[in-house]
């Protein structure tokens, strides 16, 4: 059973630039999320998606969106890139529970390099 | 609002135990622990909900305390594979989903 796959792993972009990062989630699971993570630092919650709308949204600007398609696979992108933006992006995914967020199944991570 | 986790850093001796804490300023709904290994995805570890559970995985146990919106990861006789970094995930009551983790506790498990 495949867990939750990340493409590409790394990625080089300058400044300015535009980038668009894919999750594949976990057989069976139907709600993505999408964290930003700096070095040493905690997952920052960017949002997530279900049933292909953004249900939940951290504080980030708009130059971060996504999409969750129809087989629950989203894309995150990130426009007008800032040195900032340089950091692991993880998508994580989960089978969306009544009143909490369940279990979530972490990818390896996309690390983002903006120079 | 993310919660705030301390100690920021712990190094035991094989077989010690050590707590890590996480608050945070607003009512929780439910606390998440998870453990990342150096160059590693986070993994799950355990999920509590309100109403003061204690859950544990395998010598790793944690508990909740609504009211004072605090949860507490306890590692009992830690074994070199309890190393990594250890994360708390909070949820409120009025944004569920909205999974927000805090800055995590690393852990060295010295032989």
């Known amino acids: 059973d495949a867990g939750v796959t990340q493409s590409p792993t790394h990625l080089i972009k300058t400044r300015g630039q535009q980038v668009t990062l894919r999750c594949s989630p976990k057989?069976?699971?139907?709600?993505v999320s999408w964290y930003q993570q700096a070095l040493g630092q905690g997952p920052q919650f960017i949002f997530q998606?279900?049933?292909?709308?953004?249900?939940q949204r951290g504080n980030f600007p708009d130059r971060f969106s996504g999409h969750q398609f129809p087989n629950y696979s989203s894309e995150l992108n990130v426009n007008a890139l800032l040195l900032g933006d340089s950091a692991l992006y993880l998508c994580?995914?989960?089978?969306?529970?009544?009143?909490?967020?369940?279990?979530?199944?972490f990818g390896e991570g996309s690390r983002l390099t903006v120079l | 609002q993310q919660p705030v986790q301390s100690p920021q850093a712990v190094i035991l001796r094989e077989g010690e135990d050590a707590v890590i804490n996480c608050s945070s300023s607003?009512?929780?709904?439910?606390v998440h622990w998870y453990r990342q290994k150096h160059g590693e995805a986070p993994v799950f570890l355990m999920i509590?909900?309100?109403?003061?559970e204690q859950k544990g995985h395998e010598k790793i146990s944690a508990s909740f305390n609504e009211k004072k919106q605090q949860s507490s990861l306890y590692l009992t006789a830690s074994q070199l594979s309890y190393s990594g970094t250890y994360f708390c995930g909070t949820e409120t009551p009025d944004s569920w989903g909205k999974l927000q983790f805090g800055a995590g506790t690393q852990v060295v498990v010295t032989p």
């Open positions: 998606y279900y049933e292909e709308e953004e249900r």
């Open positions: 607003k009512a929780l709904y439910s």
């Open positions: 509590l909900l309100k109403g003061g």
């Open positions: 057989s069976g699971h139907d709600t």
């Open positions: 994580a995914s989960s089978f969306r529970l009544a009143d909490n967020t369940g279990e979530l199944f």
